[in-house]
């Protein structure tokens, strides 16, 4: 199954935009790209997810790679309550899909 | 709030026993997941039930089994247990059952065995 690899941790300023990126070279034409995130004592919210072309909606955007072997989550304006832990994960478009492993992920830091 | 329930919150356990995880997908959804995660392992998928079907198996023990029932709602049964099974449980939810779709996770269930 293809992986994802991210940076362990990212600091950012709050109300500054914040890009955290995500290499998936291995990726196949069939995996869609999802963000999820955890924040202290929950469970994975998810964030945002995409094929081939960049996506928005109200919490982030996610920008793709032409060649889709690596992405970057975008929060426009990153305030104290998007400290969390986020994870780029892969999963394919069908049911039988094999592991679906979140990773370490990277943990944000947001300061004031 | 996810609209996912999970209960237990809190379970504290002996080794060689049996615990049972208990979960209630959103309102709708037709999908349920268990993860599990450890310090030392991160975020592991288990297993994937689709309207009473296993859909999807993962890093999934032989010592553990689950189950979705007719009314939706799902249980992970988990058995002689070990130290090493100290961990949160997740199970999550989705409409379909493709796992590209967006997951809703519950607040989970901790795990402590001693």
């Known amino acids: 199954d293809a992986k994802t690899t991210q940076p362990n941790s990212m600091e950012s300023n709050e109300e500054e935009p914040v890009h955290l990126p995500c290499n998936h070279s291995t990726i196949s034409g069939t995996d869609y790209i999802h963000w999820y995130r955890q924040l202290p004592s929950q469970g994975p919210e998810y964030v945002i997810h995409?094929?081939?072309s960049n996506v928005n909606n109200r919490m982030a955007s996610l920008a793709i790679a032409e060649d889709r072997k690596s992405s970057t989550l975008i929060l426009h304006r990153a305030t104290l309550r998007d400290a969390a832990v986020y994870y780029c994960?892969?999963?394919?478009?069908?049911?039988?899909?094999?592991?679906?492993?979140f990773g370490d992920g990277t943990t944000l830091t947001v300061k004031p | 709030d996810s609209g996912v329930t999970q209960t237990p919150k809190h379970l504290i356990t002996a080794t060689g026993q049996r615990v049972t995880l208990r979960c209630s997908p959103r309102s709708g959804d037709l999908s349920v997941y268990w993860y599990q995660q450890s310090l030392d392992q991160g975020l592991q998928f288990l297993i994937h039930?689709?309207?009473?079907?296993?859909?999807a198996k993962g890093n999934i023990l032989e010592r553990f089994s689950a189950q979705q029932f007719p009314d939706l709602h799902s249980e992970l049964n988990l058995s002689s247990l070990e130290l090493g099974d100290s961990a949160l449980y997740f199970c999550?939810?989705?409409?379909?059952?493709?796992?590209?779709?967006?997951?809703?996770f519950g607040p989970g269930t901790r795990l402590t065995v001693l």
């Open positions: 995409g094929l081939t």
């Open positions: 999550a939810s989705s409409v379909l059952a493709s796992r590209h779709n967006e997951q809703f």
């Open positions: 039930y689709y309207n009473g079907e296993e859909r």
């Open positions: 994960i892969l999963n394919k478009n069908n049911t039988n899909a094999g592991k679906s492993t």
